[in-house]
């Protein structure tokens, strides 16, 4: 498994990132047992930007996720301390 976190801000850096993942995925692990997960708060620039028919990586996502803003206590239930 692959997490990278804030991946709107990495193609802000680097505006090739999403064809080189493109690229990486086509030719090496699509056939692979893997699972890339890519993670943002720009929920705009995911939708707009990567998931956009005329876009590298359209077509790839096999489960699109949005979580809602959630408060420090129920963020603090995924510790395993509390």
């Not at 997960?37 to 028919?53: H, V």
């Not at 990586?57 to 510790?79: C, H, P, V, W």
């Amino acid at each position: 498994m692959i997490v990278i976190d804030e991946f709107p801000s990495m193609c802000k850096e680097n505006k090739s990132i999403p064809s080189i993942l493109q690229n990486l995925w086509d030719a090496e692990l699509k056939e692979k047992n893997v699972m890339i997960i890519l993670c943002g708060s720009a929920m705009s620039f995911i939708e707009k930007e990567l998931l956009a028919e005329k876009n590298p990586l359209y077509g790839r996502a096999t489960g699109i996720y949005k979580m809602n803003e959630m408060g420090f206590y129920d963020a603090a239930r995924f510790s395993p301390i509390i």
